[in-house]
């Protein structure tokens, strides 16, 4: 299928993100049935590429990515990232949370330099300065959150994420809160942020378009437990043709292996 | 925020027009019951400008003022951290909750014989009341504060590696800053109650001795309206003042306006 961009080749060199044989059971109180959550998951990501996990609500996908960035302890199985085992968060690798990540306490600068205040003041400054630049803030370096639109938060949200200059970034469901046409704008915005930064990117969403929109691979979840039901790659240039034949191809696929009909109401 | 012109001739007019019907109201009560006892509001206005006067009437609002003041501070001083801590570390707090939980619905009054053998009758038993008045509502808020704190802002502080001093620094002391400032207004009111207690019994000066002595000394009850109206006015500033920190900029977004 069509072009494929640079960086997106999952083929070569090693992954950065090996998943191998994962699995999570939440034992539950005395009595009660253990939860198996995750069932053998083995799942690579390549240095650069940008990966979504989709799958239906409560199969297991943020608790994948908590165990991955070292927020949530595994059952059984390995997680080997840049080559380590994970042990916990690692500023190399900045989590994107849903929403409320931004510290509503710190002007939007502030925040976004919040990850690098350990550094000159020079280079915090230029820094700051860069990716206010990146995400469309300026004029806003000096607005607090609280006056800002969800939107707008989450950009703050992605640039403080970027500031310490992350290997990894680890996505939640970013754009989950905010309104389609922010979403839509938001995904443009990531695509260009991720071209220019060339970061490796994994990314949880529900929401089927905006992976197919956004990834070089789709990795498409079971419900409980969760497994890997299909990995998808969509070798599609950017920016991206949604009314292509390939898209809508790419699309269907996902939702026939989720295993919905894209007709609504009855018949 | 800004109150229309309009509004604002309300927000001023109104309030006056009602204590004027109160000491209308008050005034006739007087006469009616023809009591020789109580005073009618023109003899209390009498009594505050005799108070100012000889002097009294200073020595004793800033002799108030100075006791709450080091109390609440000392209060303050202690309360932040130590809630803050307890609210931090777990073991810390299983251990000193229950105890916390005991102290705490003891009336600053009933310590007042305490205070007395302790410190004499001396600056030191009122101060120790309105430092123990004030370091529970603090304590507690702060501890809350910290257990309630959004765990999101934790994990996104770890995420970028702070330290332990520095995720306390720079996360959980401005996460709970907001709280602790409602409970440093609570705190505050409550030690303008404990103070006039305390100076009924434990000191010679102050505004609670004043209207204990006026009783005591002549039945000069003109004198007691007046210190009460001075305690009622100075507590309406005090709250005023510490309001003023609920505007700070990085403290806003946990009140909703």
Redesign the interface.
């Known amino acids: 299928m069509g072009l494929l961009p640079l960086g997106a080749i999952g083929t070569v060199g090693e992954p950065v993100i090996s998943v191998r044989d994962l699995g999570l059971t939440f034992v539950g109180k005395k009595g009660a049935e253990p939860i198996e959550v995750l069932r053998s998951i083995n799942l690579e990501v390549m240095a650069g590429e940008f990966v979504c996990i989709v799958g239906p609500s409560g199969c297991g996908k943020t608790t994948l990515l908590n165990i991955i960035?070292g927020?949530l302890k595994q059952s059984t199985g390995d997680v080997l990232v840049q080559g380590t085992p994970v042990k916990?968060?690692?500023?190399r690798?900045?989590?994107v949370?849903q929403d409320?990540?931004v510290?509503?306490?710190?002007t939007v600068e502030q925040n976004i330099g919040?990850?690098i205040?350990r550094r000159p003041r020079e280079e915090q400054r230029e820094t700051v300065h860069r990716y206010v630049q990146m995400v469309g803030l300026t004029g806003f370096e000096k607005a607090?959150?609280?006056e800002l639109s969800g939107g707008m938060r989450q950009r703050v949200e992605i640039a403080r994420a970027l500031a310490?200059n992350p290997e990894i970034i680890y996505m939640d469901e970013p754009f989950g809160a905010l309104d389609f046409i922010t979403r839509l704008k938001m995904r443009a915005d990531l695509t260009r942020i991720w071209q220019e930064e060339k970061k490796t990117i994994l990314f949880v969403t529900h929401d089927i378009e905006e992976s197919v929109q956004l990834a070089d691979r789709v990795v498409v979840l079971s419900s409980r437990p969760g497994t890997i039901r299909k990995q998808i790659r969509i070798d599609l240039p950017r920016p991206r043709d949604l009314d292509s034949f390939e898209y809508l191809n790419a699309r269907d696929e996902i939702f026939h292996t989720i295993g919905m009909s894209l007709k609504v109401g009855s018949g | 925020m800004g109150l229309s012109e309009d509004e604002m001739k309300k927000s001023i007019l109104l309030p006056l027009a009602v204590l004027l019907v109160l000491c209308v109201l008050w005034d006739g009560a007087v006469l009616l019951s023809k009591s020789d006892i109580f005073p009618r509001p023109y003899q209390v206005f009498l009594g505050i400008v005799e108070l100012i006067q000889h002097g009294l009437l200073l020595k004793y609002v800033v002799a108030s003022l100075f006791r709450v003041s080091v109390g609440f501070v000392l209060a303050v001083l202690v309360g932040v951290p130590l809630g803050l801590l307890l609210g931090w570390f777990r073991p810390a707090f299983l251990a000193f909750n229950p105890v916390i939980q005991l102290l705490r619905p003891i009336s600053p009054i009933a310590w007042i014989p305490i205070a007395i053998l302790w410190f004499k009758v001396d600056d030191r038993a009122p101060i120790f009341l309105i430092f123990l008045s004030s370091l529970f509502p603090i304590t507690v808020t702060a501890i809350a504060a910290v257990q309630n704190i959004q765990p999101v802002y934790v994990r996104a502080a770890q995420n970028f590696g702070v330290t332990r001093i520095d995720l306390f620094r720079r996360v959980i002391f401005p996460a709970c800053l907001p709280q602790i400032i409602t409970s440093l207004r609570i705190a505050l009111g409550i030690a303008w109650l404990v103070v006039v207690a305390a100076e009924m019994i434990a000191v010679n000066s102050g505004l609670g001795y004043l209207i204990i002595d006026a009783r005591n000394a002549g039945k000069r009850y003109d004198l007691v309206v007046a210190g009460m109206l001075m305690i009622g006015l100075i507590g309406l500033i005090l709250d005023l003042l510490i309001r003023r920190l609920e505007r700070f900029e990085e403290v806003k977004w946990g009140y909703s306006h």
């Open positions: 960035t927020f916990g968060p690692d500023p690798r900045i989590f949370f409320n990540g510290f509503p306490w710190l919040f990850g205040a607090y959150p609280r310490p």
